[in-house]
């Protein structure tokens, strides 16, 4: 490499005008916040037109534009043509909305930049703070370990890496998945998410260890099924390692009867993981903790606050009673990160021995400021709104002849469809699906869809803190409107 | 449930007073950005008072206390106490600083808060067009796939993973490891980061499925003993899966030959995954970039930009030159997230497609626009000052004979020790690391440390834009005054 001349001046990526970045900065704050109050007014969700989307193909830049350039082109061509989860009138698959003050709170994080793999650092604290919180949030023991991830899927990962580690019979880290013992054998209800699948697939499982359960009429677990299942799969010497309850699946928002499965798996000896990607939160409204009874129960536990918390992406949380087997699962601490007593590298927590990451970002603050800022009743009382709401839809529907109601409403999330006209089944799914893209393309709202049997059900998932009412009202209008429309 | 009285407000967690949120919003700003400012005159690094930390014991906040006052705890306790890397004397493991405009980049993403699972929305433009830049930026061929990731070592196992379910050689997806199969092998030099290890137990594969090789005097993995394995193996009867090679080792920053490991690997008809978590982007200067020759021959690539792009935690990144290997190795598409052609649910590019995320934040944006911003060529440049900061550093030592150098200095890692007075290699340990610890209470510099042999070595890993040369004069000179003071 050819020496570099040595009045070549020291280089850096911090501003040269450092009163031109912070006026910028101000700029951003008034900008984004403006966007956020005024979200009302504009529509759930707009099509990118062909020019925008050109510009997203221009090639690699080499010299500099500036970040006002660049905050420039954000502007134009991004701002305008978000998923429309921030919507008061998105309720499409399960997101949240993020929050005015947890868009701050990720700006903090992002400036402090500290590395929550561990270390004597405040990050640490405010983790494990926001991590006894949690246990709190959900009536989880106190000596139960945690870490925060990037979300559900992240979240099911963990927990069942802990019950394949330490419930697998052999040292699966050290040996890998062995067929000379017994196979092991991982059991969740048709309705459980995709994300449950990966997780197994991803371990080296494989999909066919994943026996799918039926469901009942409420969409919960065949008790009787399961039972069934795991003592013919035991009967056939194979190894029931793990049940998945779900504590609201993400078709209909069905809750399992995690009491019993809680049950079952001690009378079985089997790990019992509880899915509350966002179900595990309606634990945090006293009237409806009871639909989640049996969660506190559970060997881990995964749950979101990006979905029903309402805070901005990546955070989700994964609980595991046994501190030790979660920190045996992960736990590698090479020489170069030994633990040590005094210095950065000091404490006595270090995240990255109960996950996948070594490096990790400060996903806890936004957390921690959040529960500060509002206190968790508050979010308790906003969860049983959303509750509220998905009753007050039902009910819509239920009064109006030209829709039906497809699934039970059990928490949050309501499937219908338009049936106006004597149609085979059919020709209905393909009205809804239909009337789904328009309703997108009005702007006006935004659910997604689900199938439930053979029938297309448009599917209203309320995580939304900024749904009143009326908004509902404006739904149930829009889409006999253009149910007529369609004809 | 009791019905809820109909006169009750709609809550949300927006503001009730935004202009005051929008003033507090700019408080932050001005506070973070006048933090980053004066970073220099603060210490790397202090230890947490016992005061500071019991009040990280507190229990769940059940009422409100406002986001004035829990900014206000941010500031007084949180902020005073992080890992140190922002600072320019922190040289510790492997970690970037953060920029000032990614703080507000990290901002923005939070504040649309679209979800890059996928769909027809802005982001996904964003990321793919990065994703562009990314294969453009290591020379990587254009159909390649790619996704943004947590870190490197989220990066190694969506690589590592695909591998797996590409090149088992039967339907590991379905059927998970199986013993019937010959057993995967995978090779990397005993240099190879730990989250590799954490990835091959993860997938079930086994850590006794790794296979470590012996490495040469410049710590780069020893061909002859590779080859070697490969056959032996081979004759076995096992399946030689995948050859990992670094681009950067974590310990002294050593290179594999890549392109002897690529022609290898091609000969074998072995995956070849390149872990080059900071040392990928070495290919960003023109003189550096032939280091690393070979690596754009890989069938996977991992790297981070929250390391050598100096950009907030977390961004990484993995390349895979197959791109349908890598979509098959993770889709699930159930039936409720099907693509569609209109709406929301549009587009052709869903990401979750092609790793453990279903929904994923908008990380994209802040690399996005900080290329934007700088234009590629300036971080070339501050990458090679990085390294030439090490020569310096390298030099500084070689001058001194009271510091040893302990390993080669091929890229941004110096690993040196304090020597003076004849003394044992034990005794040299306890000094050095009785060192290290003094040095970062100090303040005044943070580098980490690394076993080099049975050599304690003080470990200087040089990721940081805001070093200048006269921090390394201020390192040795402060090194040299605490070994003299420990005696």
Redesign the interface.
């Known amino acids: 490499?050819?020496a570099?001349p040595h009045d070549l001046p020291?280089?850096?990526?911090?501003?040269r005008d450092?009163e031109e970045?912070?006026s910028?900065?101000?700029h951003?704050?008034?900008d984004?916040?403006e966007?956020?109050?005024t979200v009302r007014d504009r529509p759930v969700?707009q099509?990118?037109p062909d020019e925008?989307?050109a510009r997203?193909?221009?090639?690699?830049?080499?010299?500099?534009?500036?970040?006002q350039?660049?905050?420039e082109?954000?502007r134009r061509?991004?701002?305008?043509?978000?998923?429309?989860?921030?919507h008061p009138r998105f309720w499409?698959?399960?997101?949240?909305?993020?929050?005015?003050?947890?868009?701050?709170?990720?700006?903090?994080?992002?400036?402090?930049?500290?590395?929550?793999g561990g270390?004597?650092?405040?990050?640490v604290?405010?983790e494990?703070?926001v991590i006894?919180?949690c246990k709190?949030?959900i009536g989880y023991p106190g000596e139960a370990s945690g870490i925060l991830v990037?979300?559900?899927?992240?979240a099911n990962?963990v927990g069942l890496?802990v019950a394949?580690n330490s419930r697998a019979g052999y040292d699966?880290?050290?040996?890998?998945?062995?067929?000379?013992a017994p196979?092991m054998k991982l059991y969740a209800s048709v309705e459980v998410h995709?994300?449950v699948?990966?997780a197994v697939?991803?371990?080296?499982?494989?999909?066919?260890?994943l026996h799918l359960i039926p469901v009942d009429a409420a969409y919960a677990i065949d008790m009787s099924a399961l039972r069934k299942a795991i003592s013919e799969d035991r009967a056939a010497g194979l190894h029931p390692l793990c049940v998945i309850g779900c504590a609201g699946t993400?078709?209909t928002a069905a809750l399992d009867p995690l009491d019993e499965l809680a049950d079952l798996c001690v009378k079985e000896r089997i790990w019992f993981h509880v899915d509350g990607a966002f179900g595990a939160l309606a634990a945090l409204s006293p009237?409806?903790r009871p639909l989640v009874k049996g969660m506190e129960r559970a060997d881990s536990v995964a749950f979101?606050m990006?979905?029903w918390m309402?805070l901005?992406?990546?955070v989700g949380c994964t609980l595991v009673r046994d501190s030790e087997a979660h920190r045996r699962a992960?736990t590698?601490t090479?020489?170069?990160?030994e633990h040590?007593t005094?210095?950065?590298?000091?404490g006595d927590i270090w995240f990255s021995d109960y996950g996948?990451?070594?490096?990790?970002?400060?996903r806890a603050?936004?957390v921690?400021?959040?529960?500060?800022?509002?206190?968790?009743?508050?979010f308790g009382?906003?969860i049983?709104?959303n509750?509220?709401q998905a009753r007050y839809l039902e009910g819509l529907v239920r009064v109006q002849p030209d829709l039906e109601l497809v699934a039970p409403v059990p928490l949050n999330i309501v499937c219908f469809r338009y049936v106006a006209k004597k149609r085979s089944n059919e020709e209905l799914n393909a009205v809804n699906k239909e009337l789904?893209?328009r309703l997108?393309?009005s702007g006006v709202a935004?659910p997604?869809?689900?199938?439930l049997g053979d029938r297309y059900a448009l599917?209203v998932c309320i995580t939304n803190?900024?749904?009143?009412?009326e908004d509902f009202d404006i739904l149930v209008r829009e889409v006999l409107r253009i149910g007529k429309e369609i004809g």
């Open positions: 490499m050819p570099v020291d280089e850096t990526l911090d501003p450092w970045l912070r910028l900065g101000r951003m704050v008034d984004m916040i966007y956020l109050r969700w099509p990118i925008v989307a997203f193909r221009q090639p690699l830049p080499t010299a500099p534009a500036g970040l350039r660049a905050y082109d954000f061509y991004v701002l305008p043509y978000p998923t429309g989860n921030i499409g698959w399960v997101m949240g909305n993020g929050t005015p003050s947890g868009m701050l709170a990720d700006m903090l994080a992002a400036g402090v930049n500290l590395n929550q270390g004597a650092q405040s990050g604290l405010v494990s703070q006894d919180w709190s949030m990037s979300g559900g899927s992240m990962l890496a394949r699966v880290r050290t040996e890998g998945i062995s067929s000379s196979a995709s994300s699948q990966k697939e991803l371990l080296g499982l494989g999909q066919k260890s993400v078709n009237e409806l979101d990006h979905k309402y901005p992406y990546e992960f590698l090479p020489e170069y990160l040590t005094r210095g950065i590298a000091g996948v990451q070594l490096s990790r970002g400060f603050l936004k921690w400021m959040a529960i500060k800022e509002h206190g968790i009743e508050k009382r906003l049983r709104q509750v509220e789904l893209l997108h393309e935004a997604s869809y689900t199938m599917r803190h900024r749904s009143k009412k």
